[in-house]
């Protein structure tokens, strides 16, 4: 990966935490002998081998800030990649974005049918709480509890869910940089904000440093988000695996559209720096955390 | 109601649980102010205000066996019908069911949008999640996270979901009694099951009194299968209040296609009387369940 804006120590921690995520992934979702294994299929399908693993990095990373064992911690983060992979899979629906590619392979239901990937969303959905809530996430049934509580709250109607509803009337909407900014906190923000706190909800951490891991994730997602309006215009289809320009195709305000490309680039930036200062607090135990904040703002996919 | 399967103590607890559900529901699902209004007003459009709400009765009935705060138990009984509705959403949209009509009205996709519904079913579902891990739901949360765990094995890939991936397959399966009886206890014998248990889990009932709800659940959800299929043949559309005759049209087998109407209907009322007797260590305090017993196999709608 010559010219990468992966750092070399990130990359690594990237794919180990991808083979990770996979391998339990793969676990927590057998295939049965019946008829229903084309569902289970199709959940495996859109969840595993696929992606570039952030939420569940951070996760991952967030966790370690607190010493959680990493065998609960990766539950956590299968929990978050499965409500994402879902997300993604219902919003590829021909009734939604009408997507026929993602992550350079055939959608779900390209791959299958639109009736089984409406049902293997719904089941990735529901699985993310059936994983949360088994004693091996955590042996505290409180923090379960609020594990549950929170990321049910991050992706539902006043959350992720609410923002795709935001974006799917935005083309009306006329949205200026603060409504735009808050339908892309809502839609990936949220999650970002889960994945970034739920180490400190494991080790039962609040007050200060709590507090941090939520600014950081707040001008994380904000910087990520831009950074993936300056791709839909800039970046190239085959290396992005997805459609482009598809916002600006539909008349969407994008952060780019309202800020032109050279002030979004420079806001991105700005955002991965104070991203980054807000982990002050957790010294170089954090360093992979700055790393994804700066990559995520140089990636080109 | 004249001539009614509806014991007069029977349709005025299901009128008392229905209000109170219809409140609670209320309750839990406020409108936000934003754009995201549009998913919230869609999410009470599917879920307020209809159905016989079987379910949440089932688990208000099942509390009261274990003397459960009602205050909790209506919380628990809103996530079942959560899980309900979001299902009926997605199962009547255009890549599944395809039906204008649900409990008398358009379905919600025709009220709002293929898109919206979508994004509707999702967040009913994820709300259910977030209702049940609140600590208002049990002052327990080891209690809270059984709740969350088995209503999450009960509507997922390998319970009410599988049940679905099943039915949408079920022309090609060519299935058998053994077939069909497996299909409809994921499809709908799960969620009965979770209903009528769920009293036992809030008040840490184990062994035996558990057991005999869950009995009591098979003999119910099946009995309330076959007077669908049924009702499917029988019933008039009005009152029933959506399409008819779909399984027998698609080319699906039925209980009453396998079993012949006669059959069925006394299969449908022996298993209603077996119910019954599952209910014995309860005593009088358990008559509602089995009027309810009764009436699912003599219900007109």
Same mark, same amino acid.
């Given at each position: 990966m010559s010219n990468s804006p992966l750092s070399p120590r990130l990359a690594d921690a990237l794919t180990a935490v991808s083979q990770d995520v996979n391998a339990e992934l793969d676990r927590l979702m057998p295939v049965s002998e019946g008829a229903e294994?084309?569902?289970?299929?199709?959940?495996?399908?859109?969840?595993?081998?696929?992606?570039?693993?952030?939420?569940?990095?951070?996760?991952?990373?967030?966790?370690?800030?607190?010493? /959680? !064992? +990493?065998? %609960?911690?990766?539950?956590? $983060?299968?929990?978050?990649?499965?409500?994402?992979?879902?997300? @993604?899979?219902?919003?590829?629906?021909?009734?939604?974005?009408?997507?026929?590619?993602?992550?350079?392979?055939?959608?779900?239901?390209?791959?299958?049918?639109?009736?089984?990937?409406?049902?293997?969303?719904?089941?990735?959905?529901?699985?993310?709480?059936?994983?949360?809530?088994?004693?091996?996430?955590?042996?505290?049934?409180?923090?379960?509890?609020?594990? /549950? !509580? +929170?990321? %049910?709250?991050?992706?539902? $109607?006043?959350?992720?869910?609410?923002?795709?509803?935001?974006? @799917?009337?935005?083309?009306?909407?006329?949205?200026?940089?603060?409504?735009?900014?808050?339908?892309q906190q809502l839609k990936t923000g949220r999650l970002f904000s889960f994945s970034c706190e739920a180490g400190a909800v494991m080790g039962k951490a609040h007050g200060e440093l709590r507090l941090a891991l939520r600014n950081y994730a707040h001008d994380l997602g904000l910087a990520f988000q831009i950074a993936d309006d300056i791709l839909d215009v800039e970046g190239d289809a085959a290396e992005v695996g997805k459609r482009l320009q598809k916002d600006a195709d539909a008349g969407k305000a994008t952060f780019v559209s309202l800020l032109g490309l050279e002030r979004a680039r420079s806001q991105a930036d700005m955002l991965a720096e104070q991203a980054c200062r807000h982990l002050d607090p957790f010294g170089d135990k954090a360093d992979l955390m700055r790393d994804v904040a700066r990559f995520v703002v140089q990636r080109r996919s």
């Open positions: 294994s084309r569902v289970q299929d199709a959940m495996r399908y859109a969840s595993l081998d696929g992606g570039k693993r952030l939420r569940p990095f951070l996760v991952m990373q967030s966790a370690s800030l607190f010493n /959680v !064992a +990493e065998t %609960a911690a990766i539950r956590v $983060a299968c929990a978050i990649e499965m409500i994402h992979c879902y997300s @993604l899979v219902h919003d590829d629906l021909p009734c939604m974005d009408d997507d026929d590619l993602r992550r350079g392979r055939p959608t779900c239901h390209k791959k299958y049918d639109e009736a089984t990937a409406l049902l293997a969303g719904d089941s990735l959905l529901t699985k993310a709480f059936e994983v949360l809530a088994n004693p091996a996430t955590h042996s505290d049934p409180q923090v379960r509890c609020d594990l /549950v !509580a +929170e990321l %049910a709250h991050a992706s539902g $109607a006043q959350g992720m869910v609410g923002g795709q509803m935001i974006d @799917l009337q935005a083309q009306n909407l006329d949205l200026d940089l603060a409504g735009i900014t808050r339908l």
